[in-house]
């Protein structure tokens, strides 16, 4: 179902947006790969938000359920950036601008994105359910890609975690994020032909970049300290690309574009 195009005033309000976004996704970028914290402290708390306005001035008032709970994963986002950002990367690194870190923002902010992938699972499953016999309905076996990847991840990435007495407490919760965010991300594989090619692929893309990305954080930051050169700058640019195509794919769900 499409609702009406957006007016001249309201593309231009997007246009704007959407170059703050990059300039600010730019010099993110920039600061993760030059490992400058205090630009970082800055410009990563405001990414989501960014993103956040994009998706306000696309609706333009034109809301639907799947529309609020959109905004509502990505807020839960936002504070999952902000708690990970306040998680300490080693055991000496306990604030950042005067702010004090603590292991236990992890928990927070793994919690936080998983109610994110929730909200976006939601939204896949609807169009699914109500427009007649998935993909997973018609062929079960498509759900195996992303059931062989979780457990080659957990099987790697659990006996390090678990080992490690600083990280054993996130035992269990990484088990819990790892499942729900292949299902994140076999939903939304599962609204193939149930939406446009375009608002399929950037959702699906987006998906996949999500796994990327938190793979990388499992295994540079909870597994493997040290094993990825940049890991910030490669964590944050498929994050960052993630997290607006997904968005830019449900919206394209909703609305033609002109």
Excluded at 19 to 30: N, Q
């Amino acid at each position: 179902m499409h609702l009406k195009a957006p007016n001249t005033a309201t593309m231009k309000k997007q246009q704007f947006v959407m170059y703050i976004l990059l300039a600010l996704s730019i010099v993110e970028a920039y600061a993760e790969f030059t490992g400058n914290k205090a630009l970082m402290f800055y410009t990563k708390p405001l990414l989501l938000p960014m993103i956040m306005l994009y998706v306000y001035v696309v609706i333009d008032h034109r809301w639907n359920m799947a529309l609020k709970f959109l905004l509502l994963a990505l807020f839960f986002s936002w504070i999952g950036d902000v708690s990970l950002m306040l998680t300490p990367e080693h055991p000496l690194d306990n604030s950042v601008m005067g702010v004090p870190k603590s292991k236990y923002f992890f928990l927070l902010g793994l919690s936080s994105f998983l109610i994110n992938h929730l909200f976006l699972i939601a939204i896949y499953r609807k169009v699914t359910t109500e427009n007649g016999e998935s993909l997973f309905q018609q062929n079960k076996f498509s759900f195996l890609p992303f059931l062989a990847y979780g457990i080659v991840m957990v099987s790697v990435v659990v006996p390090p975690v678990y080992n490690n007495p600083e990280k054993s407490l996130a035992t269990i919760p990484v088990i819990l994020y790892a499942a729900i965010l292949l299902s994140m991300s076999a939903f939304a594989y599962n609204r193939y032909r149930f939406v446009s090619n375009k608002s399929f692929w950037l959702v699906f893309i987006g998906a996949v970049l999500f796994v990327f990305s938190d793979s990388v954080i499992a295994l540079n930051f909870l597994a493997f300290p040290g094993l990825i050169p940049k890991p910030g700058f490669v964590i944050m640019t498929t994050y960052v690309a993630a997290e607006f195509l997904i968005a830019k794919g449900i919206l394209l769900q909703f609305f033609e574009e002109k």
